[in-house]
């Protein structure tokens, strides 16, 4: 299941919106270059965000450390892990959090000092570690190997908060679970818990883009409810390409709306804020603000999709209802 899974988020790639083909150079990126970068976007992106508490966010950035670059051997492969590679690890700018959590923000996460966030598929490092420069807890949880190698160090306290990543199949190992640990205030995935990924559609050419959580629909979300403070929420925000039409080959990661129905979400006890949200202008405004648009990039008219799916634990409901 892992390496299925494993593959699966590797197709993100496809949609990492930055251009795996730019961010690729014969050279590796000099320390403090892609930090530098992403210091420059953060003016462009700061300004179509409508939370403070985000700006403060992305103004993190800069304290990310710089990165040396280093030749490691993955799973077989000399990999070198630059500054770019440990920064976007292929999947895009640590950045593209900001809409999510500007949604977040904006249904009642305050992202108070010592608050605890969990990523469900993190991706990559930066964002959990600005998270902690910002005084959070945040967890992640990812299968791909050339994470779990690059960051086999990056745990621990970092600022004011602290940064804890995690592999394996969640939450269908219970040690896994046991690490991850609960009273989150926040819980978000991006670019993962797709229908097209969980419950395709249509026929799907390769089994490799589907991904298998372990578990059945009722287990997955009593699992990510019990982790949840009461008042938590549970944010689902997805970046697609366009849909093929019904004559073409089936592409699942285009298909971002939400895997739960509101039934599903319903019975596991939360209560439904959206539902499959169409956010097409703001992730284009985001992605122009990144400059995923930028000479070789996307067309963004045509080329970019996003839905948004944020659930809440009630308050008045017990941790353990399922």
């Not at 966010?57 to 993955?74: A, D, F, R, Y």
Request: charged content about 25%; overall charge negative; hydrophobic content about 45%.
């Amino acid at each position: 299941m892992l390496n299925r899974l494993f593959a699966s988020l590797l197709l993100l790639a496809v949609i990492a919106f930055t251009c795996v083909a730019q961010q690729e150079k014969i050279e590796p990126t000099k320390p403090g270059e892609i930090v530098a970068r992403l210091v420059r976007d953060v003016a462009d992106t700061e300004s179509i965000v409508s939370n403070a508490w985000v700006v403060e966010w992305l103004k993190q950035v800069g304290k990310l450390p710089q990165i040396e670059p280093t030749t490691s051997n993955v799973n077989g492969k000399e990999v070198v892990i630059d500054e770019s590679l440990f920064y976007f690890a292929r999947y895009g700018s640590p950045l593209a959090y900001a809409r999510a959590l500007d949604l977040a923000v904006t249904a009642g996460f305050e992202g108070a000092p010592g608050s605890r966030v969990f990523d469900f598929g993190y991706g990559s490092i930066g964002h959990l570690r600005m998270l902690a420069f910002s005084g959070l807890h945040a967890v992640g949880v990812d299968v791909a190997p050339l994470l779990k190698h690059m960051y086999r160090d990056a745990s621990g306290p970092l600022g004011e908060g602290s940064v804890q990543v995690l592999d394996g199949s969640f939450p269908k190992d219970p040690e896994l679970v046991a690490k991850v640990g609960g009273d989150f205030d926040l819980v978000i995935s991006k670019n993962v818990l797709k229908r097209g990924y969980i419950h395709p559609t249509r026929a799907v050419a390769d089994p490799r883009a589907v991904i298998d959580l372990g578990v059945d629909d009722g287990e997955f979300l009593s699992r990510i409810f019990k982790m949840l403070k009461p008042d938590g929420l549970f944010v689902i925000y997805n970046f697609c390409p366009a849909k093929a039409s019904i004559d073409k080959l089936y592409i699942p990661w285009a298909e971002g709306e939400s895997p739960f129905s509101k039934a599903d979400f319903v019975a596991a006890g939360f209560e439904v804020l959206h539902l499959d949200v169409v956010d097409n202008a703001e992730a284009r405004r985001l992605a122009h603000a990144l400059n995923w648009d930028g000479p070789g990039g996307m067309k963004l008219e045509t080329d970019l999709f996003a839905w948004y799916t944020i659930v809440r634990k009630k308050a008045n409901t017990e941790s353990d209802h399922p």
